[in-house]
């Protein structure tokens, strides 16, 4: 299995609370997020969502799809959303929010390892196309955030490394 470690970071114009809203409801993401092709709800959490289970499929720039499901573990309105990927992705992804009355800063952490052999045996070579391919879907993600909020959202720069 290959590792890998992204974050992206998001300045939204909008309130933590429209941002967490459009956020926590993964199962709108395939209307506003481009490359997010479903995203089905597997199993109930409880109140907040803790425990819930949602199936995603994705597709981005190069030709494969990646489908994993991710387990929401951690839920602290509208700061802290965090979940565990298990199947074609292996790992843990966060969401943090912070703001002021004018702007909410967006991090998401993804440290995920790939668990499809070809991905595996290619790693080494297409590892920075693995990379950009995250960034283009997380550019589209900000994209269609800033259309859905009706506000702009500034991309900062991608860290981690992969």
Request: hydrophobic fraction near 40%; charged fraction near 25%.
């Amino acid at each position: 299995m290959s590792d890998y470690a992204f974050t992206t970071l998001w300045l939204v114009g909008a309130p933590a609370d429209a941002v967490w809203e459009a956020i926590c409801h993964p199962e709108h993401w395939p209307v506003w997020w481009r490359g997010v092709e479903q995203v089905v709800e597997v199993q109930r959490g409880d109140d907040r969502g803790v425990g819930s289970v949602h199936r995603y499929a994705w597709k981005s720039r190069l030709p494969y799809r990646l489908t994993f499901d991710m387990r929401t573990v951690r839920v602290e309105p509208p700061v802290i959303l965090e979940g565990a990927a298990s199947g074609d992705l292996e790992g843990t992804g966060r969401w943090y929010l912070w703001s002021d009355a004018h702007w909410t800063v967006v991090r998401y952490d993804w440290q995920v390892r790939t668990t499809k052999r070809w991905m595996n045996l290619v790693s080494t070579l297409a590892r920075p196309l693995f990379r950009w391919n995250h960034d283009v879907a997380m550019r589209w993600g900000a994209q269609g955030l800033a259309k859905r909020l009706g506000t702009r959202v500034i991309e900062g720069r991608e860290l981690g490394r992969a």
